[in-house]
C-alpha cells in the first residue's frame, strides 16, 4: 500500500502541473499513468502560449514561434489577420514538453508510476485501486486523465450527457508554407465541418501539422477512448 497526501490521475499536461505545483509546496505527491511512456499517444496539436513556455521554463520543446494570427472564414471568403510582432504561442515537440514537466515534477519530490490503471476507487474512504492490486490512499485526488475521466466516472459524479470536442490532425511534410510566423484557423460549415473549425500550424518553411476539430454530444456510457 501506498500513501501520500496529493494523488493526481494521469501525466498530461494537466496532471504533471497540478503535481508540480502541490510537491512545490511540500505535499507527499504521487502521479499514476495508465499508459507505458509518458507523452504517448499523442491526443493533442501541441500549440500552447508564450506564456506557458517562459513560466514553466519550457524553451527547449518549442518547434516553431508564431507571431502573426490569421482566422478565415471560408463561406463569407472573409478574413481577418493579426501580427503582435512579438511571440504569442508556439508549437511544441509534445514529448519533450512533457518529460520536461515531468523532471520538473519528480525534481520537487513527487513519484509519477506508469502503467498504471485505476481499475477501483473508493474515495469516502481516501483509496484508490490499481490493475497490479495496488492500493494508494490519499487526502487530495486529482482526475487529471482528460476525457476518460477514471475517477469522476467511478465516482458517479459524470453527467448523462455532456458535449465532447474530438478532432483529426496530421503532420505534413514537403509542404510549401508562405509564412511559419503565422498559424491559421478556418472556419466553416460547409467548406470545413459543422460546429468546429480547422487550423494550419506551421513547423518551419517545409513542414505543417494540419487538422479540423468538431463536437459531438455523448451519453455517460458511451466509450470514446
Not at 500552447?48 to 472564414?73: G, H
Not at 474530438?166 to 472556419?187: D, L
Request: proline fraction near 3%; glycine fraction near 6%.
Amino acid at each position: 500500500m501506498l500513501k501520500c497526501d496529493v494523488l493526481v490521475v494521469g501525466a498530461g499536461p494537466a496532471g504533471l502541473a497540478c503535481s508540480i505545483i502541490t510537491a512545490k509546496h511540500g505535499l507527499n505527491t504521487i502521479i499514476v499513468e495508465k499508459n507505458k511512456e509518458i507523452g504517448y499517444p499523442v491526443k493533442t496539436s501541441a500549440l500552447t502560449w508564450s506564456d506557458v513556455i517562459k513560466e514553466w521554463k519550457l524553451k527547449r520543446s518549442v518547434v516553431q514561434w508564431y507571431t502573426n494570427f490569421e482566422i478565415a472564414s471560408l463561406h463569407s471568403k472573409m478574413k481577418a489577420s493579426i501580427n503582435f510582432k512579438r511571440r504569442i504561442a508556439c508549437t511544441v515537440n509534445f514529448h519533450k514538453f512533457l518529460k520536461q514537466l515531468a523532471l520538473q515534477s519528480i525534481r520537487f519530490g513527487s513519484k509519477i508510476i506508469l502503467n498504471a490503471k485505476v481499475v477501483d476507487s473508493k474515495l469516502e474512504k481516501n483509496k484508490v485501486y490499481l490493475k497490479d492490486k495496488k492500493m494508494i490512499t490519499a487526502k487530495i485526488f486529482i482526475d487529471a486523465s482528460g476525457p476518460s475521466a477514471v475517477l469522476a466516472r467511478k465516482e458517479n459524479l459524470f453527467p448523462k450527457k455532456y458535449e465532447l470536442g474530438i478532432g483529426i490532425e496530421r503532420e505534413y511534410y514537403n509542404v510549401k508554407v508562405k509564412s511559419p510566423t503565422t498559424f491559421k484557423i478556418f472556419v466553416g460549415e460547409k467548406e470545413i465541418i459543422p460546429e468546429g473549425y480547422g487550423w494550419f500550424f506551421p513547423l518551419g518553411k517545409e513542414a505543417a501539422r494540419i487538422g479540423i476539430a468538431t463536437s459531438i454530444k455523448v451519453g455517460k456510457k458511451q466509450k470514446i477512448f
